[in-house]
C-alpha cells in the first residue's frame, strides 16, 4: 500500500495520477463511513474519519482488501487545535489513521507545494 499525505491544496492527487498512473476511474472519494476498495485509489480519507467512529477498526477488518490500494489523505492533524469537541475528535481520529497506515505502509509520501517528500 501507498500512502499521500499533505495539505489542502498540495497536489496531493495529482502527484497520484502523475507518478502512479491514476484516472478518474481508478478512483473512490470518501463521502461517507464505508470505503470501496474495489478502486485502486481512495482518495479523501480525512472526510471517511469524519463518518466513522473507528476508522483504525474498520480498515483492520478489511485488511486484504486495501493491500495494493494507494490511499491519499489531507492532514488537518496539524496546527490550531479546533475549539469543538466534535471537530478535535475527527482530527484526532485522523491522526491516529494517518499514523496506523503509515506503519502499514510500504510506501508513504507527503506532498507539499507539488513536491514529493518520501517519508518511507
Known amino acids: 500500500m501507498i500512502l499521500i499525505i499533505g495539505g489542502a491544496y498540495q497536489g ?21 463511513g464505508q470505503i470501496d476498495f474495489t478502486k485502486r485509489c481512495i482518495y479523501k480519507l480525512e472526510e471517511f474519519a ?20 494507494i490511499l491519499i489523505l489531507q492532514d488537518i492533524f496539524c496546527g490550531v487545535v479546533p475549539m469543538g469537541a466534535e471537530n478535535r475528535a475527527w482530527r484526532q481520529r485522523t491522526g491516529r489513521l494517518a ?4 506503519r502499514e505502509a ?9 513536491l514529493e517528500q518520501r517519508l518511507k
Open 50 to 69: 469524519a463518518h466513522h467512529n473507528d476508522p483504525i477498526g474498520y480498515f483492520e477488518s478489511h485488511r486484504e482488501d486495501w493491500q495494493d490500494s
Open 106 to 114: 510500504n510506501q508513504v509520501s507527503r506532498i507539499f507545494c507539488g
Open 12 to 32: 496531493k492527487l495529482d502527484f497520484a495520477k502523475e507518478a502512479f498512473g491514476i484516472t478518474d476511474a481508478d478512483m473512490y472519494t470518501c463521502k461517507g
Open 99 to 102: 499514523q496506523y497506515l503509515s
